[in-house]
């Protein structure tokens, strides 16, 4: 239980000083005080998960204590995939984009981007290697029924804002879900200003100003376009094929196949272009399968 009260008070600190980071940079960049996060809390727990997951991946805690360079890759990875994962997993949730990489340069379909990664090798780094030797020996310092105390009061709190925060969220997926309009802006738009009273989902509205909604609606006709597209585009491959070896009888049917084939691709991807312009700035993935063929 020591190692899992150490481990817990690590995520703790780091959700708590990544909340403070964020905080800070967002408050500086609007110049106007944001409580940053989903949470009401003062945590951000990716930023605890991150340095949790890496620690005991290369930190010693199971037996292999990893290089600098280890430190660097395992930062690297593991936040950037717990980002990625975030990302995806809120957006499916509760049918909205929270932030979006896209203009970065190097991203992964907005959801991460290099530089992000970079940081989240460095800092790894930095914090296995030097901050967690002296985190480990002050907290074993404290005594085990204080420690006892301390964790588990901090995962009630943790777990009642969890529980508060995505009633929250699942309201404002409600609203967004609900809105009329013509494309995810606009209802984004809409959104604002049905919540601009609602102090709680003003607030998380507020710390992420460059959300963008994501309608249930919408997001299916995407999903139908994307695969009709795919569908066509096979069916063009396959009459091109069929073509290629088809004999000077056969030829002549095989072309029109062709012709037809790739009629019914371009009209496919019209449709996918019109659904997708809805979402005004939609992910790279659905621009990669449009943009070459």
């Not at 940079?25 to 005080?33: A, F, G, K, T």
């Not at 660097?72 to 997993?89: N, P």
């Not at 002549?252 to 009629?263: G, L, N, S, T, W």
Request: glycine share 6%; aromatic share 14%; with cysteine.
């Amino acid at each position: 239980m020591k190692l899992f009260y150490q481990l817990s008070l690590l995520f703790f600190l780091f959700s708590f000083l990544g909340w403070v980071m964020e905080v800070v940079l967002v408050s500086i960049e609007y110049r106007r005080l944001v409580n940053r996060g989903f949470l009401l809390g003062p945590w951000c727990p990716i930023y605890g998960c991150g340095v949790t997951f890496v620690t005991i991946v290369v930190g010693g805690l199971l037996g292999y204590r990893g290089t600098w360079g280890d430190v660097f890759l395992a930062g690297f990875f593991l936040c950037g995939g717990l980002e990625y994962f975030t990302s995806w997993y809120l957006e499916k949730l509760f049918h909205a984009r929270w932030w979006d990489y896209s203009q970065k340069p190097m991203n992964l379909h907005g959801r991460v981007w290099m530089g992000n990664l970079i940081l989240f090798g460095l800092a790894s780094a930095i914090i296995v290697r030097v901050v967690d030797p002296f985190f480990f020996s002050w907290v074993s310092r404290i005594p085990l029924f204080v420690m006892a105390i301390l964790v588990w009061t901090l995962w009630v709190l943790f777990i009642g804002d969890c529980g508060l925060s995505f009633t929250v969220m699942n309201l404002l997926k409600k609203h967004i879900d609900t809105q009329k309009g013509d494309n995810t802006e606009e209802i984004a738009q809409a959104v604002r200003q049905v919540l601009r009273d609602k102090r709680l989902l003003r607030r998380l509205l507020h710390a992420y100003p460059h959300w963008q909604a994501r309608p249930h609606a919408l997001t299916l006709r995407l999903k139908k376009a994307r695969q009709e597209y795919k569908r066509t585009l096979s069916l063009l491959r396959k009459a091109q094929k069929q073509a290629l070896h088809a004999t000077r009888e056969e030829l002549e049917k095989a072309m029109e196949q062709v012709h037809k084939a790739r009629a019914e691709k371009r009209e496919a991807l019209r449709r996918l272009r019109l659904v997708q312009r809805l979402f005004l700035r939609w992910d790279e993935e659905e621009e990669d399968e449009t943009g070459n063929h």
